[in-house]
């Protein structure tokens, strides 16, 4: 039987922390094929990010349109979308299908990510279609809730919340890890709970899978010393030995 096909849209990271790199791993290690489209090549490492170059809209839309009319992904998973068209792309043609939009525009760090023109059309046009959407506290801050649509607000103070409108928030508790190797956590989250949808799980039960993936991951890479700054969250899995 064919696994379930999800496909990322977002950009590189050269640091192999987060982005396209972080998504496919997580893809893997939950066994869904995983295909890309990228939408902005940055120079990157644990300390920090050094260029950016967008793809033109254009070329986002070639590889979207190749992915969607070949591999047919039953789930869509955004990254860093860098250009007020490839937002409302994005919106046009994935609006049917399961969407986990992160909406990549405010850092860890508290730095601001996208300009107000890609804020707006994450507001008027994504986020309205999404099937959920996975801010951290600054992000969805600066969204707000105007689009009305079912948000995870995902931090690290032990448990995210599902909010659903006209509804009672849902917490999904899990463990705090202490470390300074968390760069990619907040993508590894919302490929994995992209993930876990399309095997047919629940949200509830989707985000608790999530959530329990990336402890796991924090845990592994907890007390590395890989670069100079913000070290990577793991995406290393147990090696398993061939049978002879």
Same mark, same amino acid.
């Given at each position: 039987? +064919?696994?379930?096909v999800v496909v990322t849209i977002?950009?590189?990271?050269?640091?192999?922390?987060?982005?396209?790199?972080?998504?496919?791993?997580?893809?893997?290690?939950?066994?869904?094929?995983?295909?890309?489209?990228?939408?902005?090549?940055?120079?990157?490492?644990?300390?920090?990010?050094?260029?950016?170059?967008?793809?033109?809209?254009?070329?986002?839309?070639?590889?979207?349109?190749?992915?969607?009319?070949?591999?047919?992904?039953?789930?869509?998973?955004?990254?860093?979308?860098?250009?007020?068209?490839?937002?409302?792309?994005?919106?046009?043609?994935?609006?049917?299908?399961?969407?986990?939009?992160?909406?990549?525009?405010?850092?860890?760090?508290?730095?601001?990510?996208?300009?107000?023109?890609?804020?707006?059309?994450?507001?008027?046009?994504?986020?309205?279609?999404?099937?959920?959407?996975?801010? +951290?506290?600054?992000?969805?801050?600066? *969204?707000?809730?105007?689009?009305?649509?079912?948000?995870?607000?995902?931090?690290?103070?032990?448990?995210?919340?599902?909010?659903?409108?006209?509804?009672?928030?849902?917490?999904?508790?899990?463990?705090?890890?202490?470390?300074? +190797?968390?760069?990619?956590?907040?993508?590894?989250?919302?490929?994995?709970?992209?993930?876990?949808?399309?095997?047919?799980?629940?949200?509830?039960?989707?985000?608790?899978?999530?959530?329990?993936?990336?402890?796991?991951? *924090?845990?592994?890479?907890?007390?590395?010393?890989?670069?100079?700054?913000?070290?990577?969250?793991?995406?290393?899995?147990?090696?398993?030995?061939?049978?002879p």
């Open positions: 039987m +064919n696994p379930p977002a950009g590189t990271d050269s640091g192999g922390a987060a982005g396209v790199a972080a998504d496919l791993a997580t893809f893997a290690a939950h066994g869904v094929h995983g295909a890309c489209v990228i939408t902005a090549v940055t120079a990157q490492d644990t300390t920090g990010v050094r260029d950016v170059e967008p793809m033109s809209d254009d070329m986002v839309a070639a590889q979207l349109d190749a992915v969607l009319e070949d591999l047919d992904p039953v789930a869509v998973k955004t990254g860093m979308l860098a250009t007020p068209g490839t937002v409302r792309l994005v919106a046009e043609r994935c609006a049917d299908r399961i969407l986990v939009v992160d909406p990549v525009v405010v850092a860890t760090s508290g730095a601001v990510l996208a300009d107000d023109e890609v804020v707006r059309a994450y507001r008027d046009h994504l986020l309205p279609v999404a099937t959920v959407a996975t801010p +951290n506290a600054d992000e969805d801050d600066l *969204l707000g809730r105007a689009h009305g649509g079912t948000v995870i607000r995902t931090g690290g103070a032990g448990d995210d919340r599902i909010c659903v409108p006209g509804a009672e928030q849902v917490l999904v508790p899990h463990p705090v890890v202490a470390t300074d +190797n968390d760069h990619g956590t907040g993508c590894t989250y919302s490929a994995a709970l992209a993930a876990r949808l399309a095997h047919g799980d629940t949200l509830p039960l989707a985000a608790a899978a999530a959530a329990a993936y990336v402890v796991d991951q *924090l845990r592994t890479s907890q007390h590395w010393t890989l670069g100079r700054g913000r070290g990577p969250i793991a995406h290393t899995h147990p090696h398993h030995e061939r049978t």
